[in-house]
């Protein structure tokens, strides 16, 4: 097909942000999320190690290598890994299921197909349910205009935002391409290269592909989408998910249709989104940008882009082709399958408990918010480590349970966020040292801002919190006596703002709460500032 002219290649002025357009348009998302089953030992249809990293072509074979009268012996661990993640996202398991043959040329593949399922694969109709709240919720459109509890289309309003329900089309197995290194050009692309090189390690590596229904609306629900089954791949152990090196992939399909419309519009494809921000802010993009094309009156082509988070635009790859192209016929080598009953209950036999469910238990028995508990199951490790300090608090745990989430939460998160490949349990913060922290906190000790400074400081020079207060002398003063005389110096020292207070401008209280803290090197207890502020001022 030869393509029209290439006027819409052009960069989007993005002159509108993507909450505008999404005023005046619905965007409509679907995604195809990519896993390698990284944890087995062996690649699909042979028994070649999987080892990511190993000097290239060490780990094939003439099954792998497309030799002829090679013939593939399926990996039955691979089977149960994927319907262990049907299990995991409420899919149907389809007991009977088989294998076709996808066919092309390229160098990559040396079978010259791809063995791969059909449309009905062996997990099929399952659905994931999001929470999103936060800034995340305002992509969504006249959200406001629900109440707590209202429903419209796929989603439910919640009192931090909103839950959207999002079909799962199918989980299919497929196996993996060798992989290709362009030399003599420019970062690696093939454009300008003088020869590539193919590593054949990966090729025939076990790859589950999910397909999600166009259900998604906006980039941060494909966003959490992501996440939220990133964490349940991890949980069930099938995969490492990494991202950067590529185990864990993802396509976003979108396409626009004014708001009231019923037909869907014209979609592309997006690849290489190969972080969560990336496929947030590729699709943020495509969205700008058909919202242009199609204003001026143009058209979107059916097209597969890149998404350059470094130009920050998206980059047409090549026009979509269809299952005929590929020849796709049924796999003459490899028998149907017919999954029994028993090997299906054996699989679920060994769900363990899911992070919507682990969230849900720590709602419930430490009396948490369910933001506060969605957000500690986000992590293993964070989860883990909320676990075993509600262990050691023993009779407080319900207590002590908030001011602990808060710290995970916030500090933990934010020190983990900040320094990339730490492994919690590796640092000097322990559960019995958070517990300490709390209760320091909690007591009026020190205050939150002492908190923060007693957290980095734990990190840093693995001492406990209460012989940091000590060391820094860093103990809050509570006393009011002590307290009021600041704030009547304080007042005394300002009148004019004092007046202008009393005047109406209550945002002063900053100001004078600011000024106090200051004369007290940040030791006064801001809960005593501000309410002897209130007293004197009104
Ligand atoms: P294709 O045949 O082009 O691969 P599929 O029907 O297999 O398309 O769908 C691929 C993905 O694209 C799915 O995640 C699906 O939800 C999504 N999708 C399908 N149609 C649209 C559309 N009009 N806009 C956005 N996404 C779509
Ligand atoms: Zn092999
Ligand atoms: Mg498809």
Not at 354 to 377: C, G, I, M, N, T
Not at 444 to 454: R, Y
Request: aromatic share 6%.
């Amino acid at each position: 097909m030869r393509l029209p002219v290439l006027y819409w290649e052009r960069k989007v002025s993005a002159v509108r942000s993507l909450e505008e357009v999404l005023v005046d348009w619905e965007a409509v998302i679907g995604l195809e999320i990519h896993a390698e089953l990284t944890t087995l030992e062996t690649k699909m249809f042979c028994n070649c190690k999987l080892e990511f990293g190993a000097d290239p072509n060490t780990h094939t074979c003439p099954v792998c290598l497309g030799l002829p009268g090679a013939l593939p012996v399926p990996n039955r661990a691979a089977i149960e890994s994927i319907v262990l993640a049907g299990l995991a996202t409420n899919c149907d398991i389809e007991k009977r299921s088989m294998f076709y043959r996808k066919n092309y040329m390229y160098p990559d593949m040396p079978k010259n197909f791809q063995t791969t399922q059909g449309s009905v694969a062996f997990c099929m109709r399952g659905h994931l349910d999001l929470d999103v709240d936060g800034p995340a919720a305002k992509e969504r459109y006249q959200l406001d205009k629900l109440a707590v509890g209202d429903e419209r289309e796929n989603i439910v309003r919640t009192d931090s935002g909103y839950r959207a329900h999002v079909g799962i089309t199918r989980i299919h197995m497929e196996e993996d391409a060798g992989k290709m290194v362009h030399l003599g050009g420019g970062e690696g692309r093939i454009a300008g290269a003088t020869h590539s090189l193919v590593d054949y390690n990966r090729a025939g590596t076990p790859l589950i592909e999910l397909v999600t229904e166009p259900d998604l609306r906006t980039p941060e629900e494909a966003r959490l989408f992501m996440q939220k089954l990133r964490q349940i791949y991890l949980a069930i152990g099938i995969s490492d998910c990494s991202m950067e090196e590529g185990s864990l992939r993802c396509d976003g399909n979108v396409s626009l249709r004014r708001r009231g419309a019923k037909e869907f519009g014209t979609k592309t494809e997006l690849k290489n989104m190969n972080s969560f921000k990336n496929l947030h802010d590729g699709l943020a993009y495509e969205i700008c940008r058909q919202a242009e094309v199609l204003e001026e009156g143009g058209q979107i082509y059916q097209e597969t882009r890149h998404w350059d988070p470094s130009q920050k635009r998206t980059i047409v790859m090549r026009v979509k082709e269809t299952a005929d192209d590929y020849r796709l016929f049924p796999e003459p080598d490899l028998a149907p399958y017919d999954l029994s009953d028993e090997f299906i209950e054996s699989v679920r036999a060994k769900l363990p408990e899911l992070p919507e469910q682990k969230a849900a238990r720590f709602a419930q028995d430490f009396a948490l918010s369910a933001y506060d508990a969605r957000h500690l199951v986000e992590h293993r490790e964070t989860a883990a480590f909320f676990e075993a300090c509600m262990e050691l608090a023993g009779k407080d745990a319900t207590t002590l349970s908030k001011p602990i989430a808060n710290l995970i939460i916030n500090d933990v998160t934010a020190y983990l966020n900040a320094n990339e490949g730490v492994v919690l349990a590796d640092t000097q913060f322990t559960p019995a040292r958070a517990l300490e922290l709390v209760r320091l906190l909690a007591d009026d000790t020190i205050s939150s801002k002492q908190a923060k400074e007693v957290f980095a400081a734990v990190m840093e020079e693995g001492l406990d919190p209460a012989a940091i207060v000590e060391a820094r002398g860093m103990k809050q003063v509570s006393d009011t006596g002590a307290i009021e005389a600041v704030v009547d110096g304080v007042l005394a020292a300002n009148p004019d703002k004092v007046e202008q207070y009393k005047g109406g401008k209550t945002g002063l209280i900053g100001f004078f709460v600011g000024q106090c803290m200051k004369e007290m090197k940040g030791q006064g207890n801001p809960k005593v500032i501000n309410e002897l502020l209130a007293k004197k001022l009104s």
